[in-house]
């Protein structure tokens, strides 16, 4: 399913699907989830995962500077720290808003 709107609002990350629903995530929690190789480590050819450095994430690593599109599947957010390289599949957002709600 694919949202019909993403806004920034305050602190979270809001979404309206095309189902009606609506669905907000907050920033902090949707930085911690960033789903790039250097946040979440990657696997070799033998299936191994390799994490780099835990890294330390500052107020700033928390604020959401902009978003794209990419494609039809996913948001590319744009962190103050500078971070940029995660790309949130719908799917994923769908999940993280799921778990934001509990």
């Not at 480590?41 to 990419?70: C, W, Y």
């Amino acid at each position: 399913m694919r949202p019909l709107d993403i806004q920034h609002i305050g602190n979270e990350l809001a979404l309206k699907w095309e189902n009606g629903e609506e669905t907000f995530i907050s920033l902090e929690s949707l930085r911690r989830a960033c789903p790039c190789a250097g946040c979440q480590g990657e696997v070799d050819v033998l299936g191994q995962l390799h994490r780099g450095p835990t890294a330390t994430l500052t107020p700033v690593a928390f604020v959401l500077k902009s978003f794209a599109m990419v494609g039809t599947y996913a948001i590319q957010p744009v962190w103050g720290d500078g971070h940029n390289s995660g790309l949130y599949s719908f799917d994923y957002l769908r999940k993280l808003a799921a778990a934001n709600a509990d």
